[in-house]
């Protein structure tokens, strides 16, 4: 059945980068998105791809998508103590269905 | 486990006329719910965050005398779409905190669909 993986937990070293993966199952699916979650607060989208891109660049943030792998990745480069919360991978599976994934809690040190 | 009711779960209306979708918090007391909305084939857009007792929090660009939010007691909040118009059709989904078990995880309600004839 459809489903989306990612790993539970990530920390840095506040100036490094971060890469969060994240795998899916559905092949046809349109879009990606990556949603952030800070403690409280509701899903904030950051930014999502086409499933015909490989890749999305947006500031700080690189999407990367490996569709034969059905791999999709976000790159945040120069990680700061206020990119620390949890991030979301999803996918569009037609129509207003959308799998999202367990969310990995980033961890950022100074 | 935790579980986030919506009612209704589909609702057709007339343009001009006003809905009101429940969200509920079935087995545990939720201080705070958030209001998405999504259209076909697109992502959740975060629309407001309801606060048992105060006021809502708005995003930007979202209107509040539009979109009437009232969370009067610690299992209900309500959406109300006023005046509702075609443009207003879409998918609006509740999620509520279990604030005893932190701030991180969202329980989502099953989304109501909303059609403005």
């Known amino acids: 059945g459809e489903d989306v993986e990612q790993s539970l937990f990530l920390s840095v070293r506040e100036g490094d980068s971060s890469v969060i993966n994240c795998t899916y199952t559905d092949s046809s699916s349109t879009y990606l998105y990556w949603y952030k979650q800070e403690p409280g607060a509701g899903l904030q989208l950051l930014t999502y791809?086409?499933?015909?891109?490989d890749m999305k660049q947006d500031q700080r943030l690189t999407v990367l998508l490996n569709k034969k792998d059905k791999h999709l990745s976000l790159r945040i480069a120069d990680t700061q103590t206020g990119d620390s919360a949890i991030y979301f991978c999803a996918e569009e599976a037609g129509g207003f269905k959308t799998i999202f994934g367990a969310g990995t809690r980033l961890f950022v040190k100074a | 486990g935790a579980v986030v009711s919506q009612h209704p779960s589909r609702v057709i209306c007339k343009s001009g006329t006003s809905v009101k979708i429940e969200c509920r918090s079935l087995d545990f007391q939720a201080t705070t719910m958030f209001w998405y909305r999504q259209f076909p084939k697109q992502s959740l857009m975060l629309m407001a965050t309801s606060n048992e007792g105060s006021k809502a929090t708005y995003e930007q660009g979202v209107e509040k005398d539009k979109f009437l939010i009232n969370h009067a007691s610690l299992t209900l909040s309500t959406l109300t779409v006023t005046s509702a118009h075609p443009e207003d059709s879409s998918f609006y989904i509740c999620s509520a905190i279990i604030p005893d078990r932190g701030t991180d995880t969202q329980y989502f309600g099953p989304g109501t669909r909303l059609t403005v004839l």
């Open positions: 791809i086409f499933s015909n891109m």
